[in-house]
């Protein structure tokens, strides 16, 4: 299995680089953002939990967000393997997201870290909330709170990966096809 996590700030592109990646390699991608607004819209109990925190930019409880994340996961038995993005987002979900792999005799085989500038990523930002209708992508303080929460509490899962020397940054910072060709050249590696 190849299990990747593709990594970043909000904004760096991971969720459109998991969809070019995923037809590639033939992954499946699990973003626990897109879940979450899923149930949002569907206006699940779930939904509702989360938008208490989606709303101000903060983390959904980690009780909430493995447990979804791990149904997920089992909802696909024949995978030959995963994109996770935006999972793990701190070390207890790293923690949890290896102890789930290693019940399945699988691990993560690599972090790839897109590195963007803050100054390009709220510009990016910005630029999305006009059309996604995502309201913490729509309200600059919000978005300036989601990359404080990154930087606090989700970069230590880079240095988590890096210990195993599972981590890799690569620049962000292109189109969409030369991100795409930098972060194939890792895969094809893995
Ligand atoms: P994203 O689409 O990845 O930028 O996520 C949007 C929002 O969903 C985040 O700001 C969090 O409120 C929530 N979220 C997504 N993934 C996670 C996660 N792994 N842990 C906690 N909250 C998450």
Not at 29 to 51: C, M, Q, V, W, Y
Not at 83 to 102: C, M, T, W
Not at 116 to 122: F, G, H, K, P, T
Not at 142 to 171: C, M
């Amino acid at each position: 299995m190849i299990n990747l996590i593709l990594f970043g700030p909000p904004g760096s592109g991971k969720g459109t680089q998991a969809a070019k990646l995923l037809k590639k390699y033939k992954l499946i991608h699990i973003s626990t953002g897109d879940l979450f607004r899923f149930n949002l819209k569907n206006n699940t109990p779930l939904g509702l939990e989360a938008k208490k925190y989606i709303d101000k930019g903060e983390l959904v409880p980690d009780a909430v967000t493995i447990n979804m994340l791990t149904e997920k996961v089992n909802e696909h038995p024949d995978a030959k393997g995963f994109i996770f993005d935006g999972f793990p987002r701190n070390v207890h979900q790293s923690e949890a997201l290896d102890a789930l792999l290693k019940s399945k005799g699988s691990a993560v085989s690599a972090l790839i870290s897109l590195d963007v500038d803050d100054e390009e990523l709220v510009k990016r930002l910005l630029e999305r909330g006009k059309t996604s209708g995502r309201k913490d992508d729509s309200d600059e303080s919000i978005i300036r709170n989601r990359l404080k929460v990154y930087y606090n509490e989700t970069t230590p899962v880079f240095d988590y990966y890096e210990k195993t020397g599972k981590s890799v940054k690569v620049n962000g910072v292109g189109t969409l096809l030369a991100v795409f060709r930098r972060l194939c050249k890792l895969m094809n590696k893995l």
